[in-house]
């Protein structure tokens, strides 16, 4: 069974290096896909209770794991005595309730991130700087964005990334340096970031010119921080001060080994192995396109973990597999002694005096 | 029943006598209304999504434990004199009593209060002001009720600036956000939400016994649906898989279907249906899950972690072998802990020199008044500095 694991690896590496010349994935094609990987993870896997029915007919019916599984249980397809290459942490607040994506082989990852990367960004704007303000590998190794903006950098701008933040956050003299840089050389440049780490820029008050087709790509919500970014303010004022790069935004999660991306107010785009659908959680059925759902993803390239990921994030999907992100869904109201953070700091739109 | 208070307490002032007498009148007004055809139940279960039947049960329960020797209890048990500082309370929204005790206390503290209601929570503590101002008029020149979120930023500006002391419920986020916002000379009190589990194990129990635990268990998460403190979001069973086999059955098949005649619930907000939704995803990767009308047990035989219910009277059942497990589940959450148990003094797994969750009898979330339901450490002195 392992070596079936590896075998299918390799091949879905290789289809989803050929995406670039082939970029749509037939139906039957990609539910091909899902159904060997998710039978092979129900039995790798001890977790996996829910079994794969089987007839199975739609996306629907595949079992899927949460993000907050990845928190609770090891949530991996191969045995934990083999070695482990990656282990990717999800944001949280203690170390012991930190979500843990383990991977034995980094090679899907790298190219279904790459893949994803050429097929929805690069393919529509071609910049040849790119400045990061995302935390370097070597300072965040369990981040699964570092590493993969690690893997961008060094394959897609071998001699042309500045990465202007450091274990200490932002350094205001090298994004002053990287800026000043793109600006003398004048050609295109794609500014990545996360949301946190942009809404630093906008606090150094720094303005530049970014020569034309420049990209200004940022990710992530503000977790922890809430009430006090908020991402498209931060967008305009950042296309504004740059000399008006095309903005975008990049979805990923450490739960996913492939991306989202989209430019401006377009709805997301997936790469063509991976699709979404989105559940109503009253009656836990598919939403119709249109309207919204808790966001579920069916990733291929997460074949070491669980191809079908339930997310908490609120979502509109369309019948060509884009969405849109409508926001992430609330806990239910904590227990005891609670008066939510939102209800705290949100005012009625009619605010008035009692 | 005593009418006076303990002896070792100071004597009682005449106005404080006054003070109780007034409150209590005004609390039996209030009782009357909750027991009448008086729309106040329906506005309450309408605002707070809770049953009104199990909301009626449950505030008449609350009613009849408020007695006057705990009132004057309170009034001793603050060392500080009566003055009129002004306080702040941020009310929590998960329950309509917790508001109104921290009127009371407001009340009792003398002091020159602004409470300011959670959306979820506003209708008992108004009608209990009500009652009260008509009682002592003048008491509208010391206590404000405001709905917070109704409130502009520069109101809530005003308020928090002339506070002496910010008293909050609420989440980190919550309380972290107030500390920033509060003027530097505010003490801030902060009051953070609370999880209870319940502890049992069937060998210790005769068939008898462990039904009427059971049942109330079930009682215990039905009342106030998991919300409060005290109402029990995990039941740890000490013992084998047959063990915890045959509680589950008990569960399932008669003691949660049995309460939804007696507590019904009420409607689920759309958060507590999303997060259900989840849970039961996340819950079928860590073991079972066994959903009946209007209820859920969760069951894991091998858990890490100590995660709280999503509400919805969702129950998870727990196993584990030696008490050490316990210990290290109980440790898991950083949420404080009280722990529910038939018989506690039978209970010392965990280490003594670290935290002690505190604990309380299985069955009997209603007793006692003004800690039962909130983190415990609700006290007089809060509010008279």
């Known amino acids: 069974m392992e070596r079936e694991l590896d075998n299918l690896l390799d091949e879905l590496c290789q289809e989803i290096r050929e995406s670039g010349s082939a970029p749509v994935w037939p139906d039957d094609r990609f539910f091909s896909w899902a159904d060997r990987i998710s039978r092979l993870q129900a039995h790798l896997d001890p977790l996996r209770r829910e079994p794969v029915p089987a007839d199975l007919v739609s996306l629907e019916q595949l079992p899927c794991v949460t993000t907050d599984a990845f928190r609770y249980a090891r949530i991996a397809t191969f045995p934990a005595s083999k070695a482990v290459a990656a282990r990717f942490l999800t944001s949280g607040t203690t170390a012991l309730h930190r979500g843990a994506h383990l991977l034995y082989r980094t090679d899907i990852y790298d190219c279904a991130a790459l893949a994803a990367f050429k097929l929805l960004v690069l393919s529509r704007r071609q910049p040849a700087r790119l400045i990061s303000l995302v935390p370097p590998h070597q300072a965040a190794p369990e981040s699964s964005l570092s590493y993969m903006v690690d893997r961008f950098a060094r394959i897609c701008f071998p001699r042309s990334t500045d990465c202007v933040i450091d274990h200490d956050g932002l350094r205001v003299d090298w994004l002053a340096s990287a800026l000043t840089k793109a600006e003398k050389e004048g050609v295109p440049a794609l500014v990545f970031s996360t949301t946190l780490a942009a809404q630093a820029m906008v606090d150094t008050g720094m303005t530049a010119q970014l020569p034309p087709g420049s990209l200004l790509m940022t990710t992530g919500g503000a977790k922890g921080h809430r009430g006090s970014v908020n991402p498209d303010e931060v967008d305009r004022i950042l296309q504004e001060r740059l000399g008006g790069p095309q903005t975008g935004s990049e979805y990923g999660m450490t739960e996913l080994l492939s991306q989202a991306y989209r430019f401006g107010g377009e709805p997301y785009q997936l790469p063509p192995w991976c699709r979404v659908l989105a559940f109503d959680p009253t009656s836990g059925r598919p939403s119709p396109h249109g309207k919204p759902g808790l966001l579920r993803f069916i990733d291929l390239a997460n074949i070491q973990s669980a191809i079908a990921i339930q997310t908490a994030d609120l979502g509109n999907t369309a019948s060509d597999q884009s969405f849109f992100l409508v926001g992430r869904m609330a806990g239910a109201q904590a227990r005891g002694c609670s008066l939510t953070y939102e209800e705290l700091v949100k005012q009625t739109d009619d605010s008035r005096a009692p | 029943m005593t009418l006076e208070p303990p002896e070792n307490n100071p004597p009682i002032k005449s106005g404080d006598r006054a003070l109780v007498r007034t409150l209590l009148e005004a609390l039996s007004a209030l009782r009357r209304r909750i027991e009448s055809d008086d729309p106040l139940v329906l506005d309450l279960a309408c605002e707070s999504f809770l049953h009104p039947v199990s909301l009626r049960l449950s505030l008449c329960d609350w009613l009849e434990t408020i007695k006057k020797e705990q009132l004057y209890s309170l009034l001793a048990t603050a060392r500080a004199p009566r003055r009129p500082l002004p306080v702040l309370t941020l009310a929590p929204g998960n329950l309509p009593i917790l508001a109104s005790e921290c009127l009371i206390l407001g009340l009792l503290a003398g002091v020159r209060?602004?409470?300011?209601?959670?959306?979820?929570?506003?209708?008992?503590?108004?009608?209990?002001?009500?009652?009260?101002?008509?009682?002592?008029?003048?008491?509208?020149?010391?206590?404000?009720?405001?709905?917070?979120?109704?409130?502009?930023?520069?109101?809530?500006?005003?308020?928090?600036?002339?506070?002496?002391?910010?008293?909050?419920?609420?989440?980190?986020?919550?309380?972290?956000?107030?500390?920033?916002?509060?003027?530097?000379?505010?003490?801030?009190?902060?009051?953070?939400?609370?999880?209870?589990?319940?502890?049992?194990?069937?060998?210790?129990?005769?068939?008898?016994?462990?039904?009427?635990?059971?049942?109330?268990?079930?009682?215990?998460?039905?009342?106030?649906?998991?919300?409060?403190?005290?109402?029990?979001?995990?039941?740890?069973?000490?013992?084998?898989?047959?063990?915890?086999?045959?509680?589950?059955?008990?569960?399932?098949?008669?003691?949660?279907?049995?309460?939804?005649?007696?507590?019904?619930?009420?409607?689920?907000?759309?958060?507590?249906?999303?997060?259900?939704?989840?849970?039961?995803?996340?819950?079928?990767?860590?073991?079972?899950?066994?959903?009946?009308?209007?209820?859920?047990?969760?069951?894991?035989?091998?858990?890490?972690?100590?995660?709280?219910?999503?509400?919805?009277?969702?129950?998870?059942?727990?196993?584990?072998?030696?008490?050490?497990?316990?210990?290290?589940?109980?440790?898991?959450?950083?949420?404080?802990?009280?722990?529910?148990?038939?018989?506690?003094?039978?209970?010392?797994?965990?280490?003594?020199?670290?935290?002690?969750?505190?604990?309380?009898?299985l069955g009997q979330l209603g007793m006692p008044v003004f800690n039962r339901l909130h983190d415990g450490r609700h006290r007089l002195d809060e509010y008279r500095g």
């Open chain 2, 113 to 361: 209060h602004t409470l300011a209601l959670s959306t979820r929570a506003t209708g008992l503590a108004k009608a209990l002001e009500k009652e009260l101002v008509a009682r002592i008029p003048s008491l509208s020149d010391r206590l404000e009720l405001v709905v917070w979120r109704h409130l502009t930023n520069d109101q809530r500006h005003r308020i928090l600036s002339r506070s002496a002391r910010v008293v909050v419920y609420g989440t980190a986020d919550t309380v972290d956000w107030i500390a920033r916002q509060a003027p530097p000379h505010a003490v801030l009190v902060p009051h953070g939400p609370g999880l209870a589990v319940a502890y049992l194990d069937p060998a210790l129990l005769t068939p008898d016994e462990l039904s009427v635990a059971l049942a109330g268990l079930a009682r215990d998460v039905a009342l106030y649906d998991q919300r409060g403190c005290r109402s029990p979001h995990i039941l740890f069973l000490q013992g084998s898989d047959q063990q915890l086999d045959q509680v589950r059955d008990l569960l399932v098949s008669v003691h949660l279907p049995a309460i939804q005649s007696a507590l019904p619930r009420g409607p689920s907000y759309v958060e507590e249906t999303s997060a259900m939704f989840l849970d039961r995803l996340t819950s079928r990767s860590l073991g079972e899950v066994y959903c009946g009308d209007r209820f859920c047990l969760t069951v894991e035989r091998s858990a890490r972690i100590a995660r709280p219910s999503p509400l919805g009277r969702t129950l998870r059942l727990i196993g584990f072998r030696h008490p050490s497990e316990l210990a290290g589940l109980l440790q898991s959450t950083t949420i404080p802990v009280t722990l529910i148990g038939t018989f506690p003094e039978a209970f010392s797994p965990l280490d003594p020199g670290g935290p002690q969750p505190e604990i309380s009898l």
